[in-house]
Structures are given as C-alpha cells and as structure tokens.
C-alpha cells in the first residue's frame, strides 16, 4: 500500500522534533523557531546524494546518522549554538523497511548534534538525495569565521585525521586493513562527530575556524587565503587516526589530502592553551600559502563535480 | 573542463545574496542572517525533482524561478516577511548553459520574493534535485496558523484558481486548448506568484491561512481539521482562472481539486472587509469536513507517494 506524504512524515519523523527553539514544528506551512535575542541566525545546507557521498549499501541508520552530523560540523565551526534542523528527501520509493532505519539514525544524530527536526519536504525522484538544513544561533561578534589568523598563530585540530579516507580506501577495495582496523574506520566514516561543543568553547578564542570536510590541506587553504597569511604544518604533530598507526606514509597522506574528518582546525593565539582533545599541527606565518615540513603544500582537495 | 564547486558557485550564485538581513553570505562554512528583535523565525523547505515536478524539457529559467517561489508561497501562507533563501543544487553534471538560463530564472525569484541567496551546496547526483529553503521572520503572536477558523468566518482565496491544474493538462496532452489560452496557463504553471504582501497583510486580520500546493480541497482540508470546523464552499464564487472561462466543468474540477496554484486561501471574520484581488468562495460553520454546494466533498489531493 502507497504511503503518502503525511502519513510517512506523521510515522517517522514526527517524534524528532522535541526542542527548545522550535516554538512550532512539523505540521504547519512552515516551522517557528526562538533565537536567543540579540544573536543572529546561523544558517548551512548539505546534500548526500547515494552512491556519489556514501555507497548504495550503506546501512540507512548511518545514512540518516551522517547526513545531519556532516551538516551540523558547519555550525561547529562557525562556533554556533545548535538550534534545530529541517529534512528534504528524496527517495525512489517509500520502503518502510528504509525509512525506520533512516529515521532512527537520524534520530540519534538529532540528540547528539542537539537539533531537532523543526520540518521538511518528502519528494520521490529517481535517486536517493537527502538534504539537511541546520539552523544555529550565535552572538554576532563572537561568531568563528575564516579571516582572521594572524601571523604567530597556533594551527590546531581537534581529535584524529585521516580516518574517512582510509574507510574510502576500504569502501573502494584500494586498501585492506585487518578487521578491528577496518571496522574502527569505516565507523569514522559512517558516524562521524560534529564538534558543537568544542566550536561553542572557541568562541572569542580562536581567530579563525574551519571544519575538514574537503581535506586538511584543502581547509586550511580557505583559512590562509581569507586570512591573507600562510600556514607552516608539521607533518609529524599530525594526529593520525588510531587505526592507520600501520598505514605508513598513506596514513600521512590521507591525513593531509583526505576529506569527510568533520574535526575542527582552527587558528589560535601563541599564549591560549590548547584545548583537550586537540593537537598542535603548526603555525600561522607571514605570506600565502600551505607548507608541510618545510615543502610547498598543493591545497587540493575533493572537487564536487 | 569541468567546473568546480568554488567556480561553479562563484559563477552563478555569488550576486544573488544581496539583502539587509544577511550580515554574511556565500563564501564561509555558514551564512549570518539578522532577525527583526522580538521576532520568531520562519523557516520551510521545499523539492523540485526534474520529471517529477516539472516535466524534463522545462526552460531552466522557469525551474530556477518556480523552484523559490513555490518555497516562498509558504511564507506566505505564514504571513512572515522574507528574509533569505538557500540552495541545494543536486546536478548530473555542470552543464553551464543550464547553470546560466537557471540562475537567471532563481535571481528573478529572489528580487520577486525578497528573498535574496544566502547560502547553499552543489552536488552532482543521477538526476536533478532543486531543494529551496526559505527563511522569513515574523512577530510571534501575529504568525497565521491553519488553526483559527471559527464559525462565521468567510473563506477567501487570493487571484485565481486551477489555471496549474489546467496546465499539467496541456503537458501531459489530456487537454487542447487554443495557442493564447495555453501560454498564459503555462506561464501561470512555471512563475507562480508567491503571495507574501498578502500574507504580511493579513497579519492580525486572518483567522487561518495556508497556500494552495495540494489543491483547494486538499488545503482547506487542513484549515477545517487543524480548527475543527465545517467549511461551505460555493462552487459559483470561485475565481477561474481566464483562459478557463470556456473549460467548462473541467475548469470547476481544476479549480477545486488541483493543486500547484500557490495562492492563499483563509479565512476572515464575518466584518472583515475583503482584501483586493481576493474573492470570497464559502464560508465556515460548526461541524467537520467540506461541502461544495450544499453537497459533501473529499479533500482529495495529490499523493506525493
């Protein structure tokens, strides 16, 4: 029997809309949310399309998981406090068997992240497209952009790199890790950790910020060419993931090259502590550009299309 | 060559985020937006799916315009003021030509509904997903609901009905109308008018509201449920579209059942003067469900799966 749109959302999605801000939720023209006066809205999309940002056999637990924790890494590294979130998806069909997994993942997610589901849009199409709306809040001058590393700076990241690429790797049959290691990885992947609170904590302290999403390089490449400055890393200060402590000079690259981390790197004053969870990778210098050791560093990255 | 997601964005979208409200647009992991103080936001998402949607051989223009404005109407709906809006572009490929005639069609949305671009994400996919999210603000108490019709209401609808319906018709071949009759329809199909100076309008004066996507029954259907009451329609008083003037019972049927029309329908105290290009099409009355001339009628609507 066909379900149709009201149904589906009143089954699955009805239940993830409990939060503070959300002064109307799902079942209007539109949602109402409460901002905490005198912040301003902070705003992101991300779109996972099937078998182009995760493979077609992805458990829809850790498809409705990742794509809401990959959007809300946006708010993290503006420093924004989560607020609530809105879904758009599009689905070949409606597969009950799909939807109560997908929508428990992304359930999960919506308790981790700390935002609601405020509303959406449920379409078919020919293909599978999920897209997350996150909506966070932020005092405007405290909010964490990518202009503002200065020369002397500290370069920072939180938790471990490279882990996303090696499940890539594995995902794609390039690379073949014991279990325990492949297992670790491709959890990385599949539920990955949006650094709210870690963003929130670097509100007035760091000078700039910016989430892994397109590589290391490729980041902090934004970072320098917003900031006019350059960035000098240390190859060795790179924390790995735990699994590729055998990966050798793969495990590096991945690290530097590799996208879908979703950690925060972000600029700090030389004197601010570095914060737990987070490692010292480099410093912030006068000119243009990246350097890794020393060597001149390709920004690279993944491209959309 | 192709076309990356920095170029391709920086190409097409950059100069459509011009607006008051946005204190920082494209180009950082989140756009800023500035509520009115003591004002809630307003927020809803909606999804165009190529072939689903609208047929294939739609001109871009016409997607990148009905894709905002069809969001844009349930602001309307809301009686919110539009803020911004954001993109999530899903593409087989970056076929520049379309890129241009579509951001052409979405900017001319943008100026018509105030709703400048703020944000989004590009992303390649099997097929053409087109999610608009809108972004309004509105006083808290004044935000039209579907919940306040009360007996005695009238019931009115904004400009004019079925010509969508009508249109889908002429896509579809069901229905041959002459040259002139068809192109207006077709216009009325591909550039809906988002009413949002209606809906600020009707901020403290509308006792419920809702746009018409679904079709008029359908909509109303909410209204009646939501406020738990009766709503009369008289078949007679309502606006056909022009070009319908000779569709006959067809036209009526269009009228009341089709959907995709995108005005506002709502309801008004009995001593409320009506508002210009408005007609008044029934009235609402203790009990539940909706008659059509003294006879009972099905919401109906369309099935989105």
Redesign the interface.
Known sequence: M????FE?IRRYFWGLGAGDAI??GIG????????P?GE??????????E???YPEDTFPEDVGYRALAVAAS??A??G?SPLAC???L?LP??DELWLQAFSEGLARACADCRLPL??????????T?I?L????A?P?DA?L??NGARPGNQVCVSGTLGGAAAALAILEERWHPGPEAADALLARFNRPTARLALGERLRGVATA???VSDGLLADLGHIAA?SGVAIALDSAALPLAPALADAGERGRAWALAGGDDYELVFTLPAEAPLPEGCSRIGEVREGTGLSVDGEAAEAGGY???
Chains 1, 2 share one sequence.
């Open positions: 066909p379900v149709n749109e589906l002064r109307l209007d023209d539109a949602a109402l949310l409460e901002l006066p301003v809205l902070v705003t992101s999309v991300d779109t996972l399309v078998g182009v940002h946006d708010l590294a503006m924004a809105t879904l758009a599009t069909e409606a405020a509303g959406g849009d449920t379409t078919r199409g020919p293909a497209v897209t709306q996150v909506l966070g932020c405007a909010v952009r990518r910020a910016i989430d917003a491209r959309h299309f």
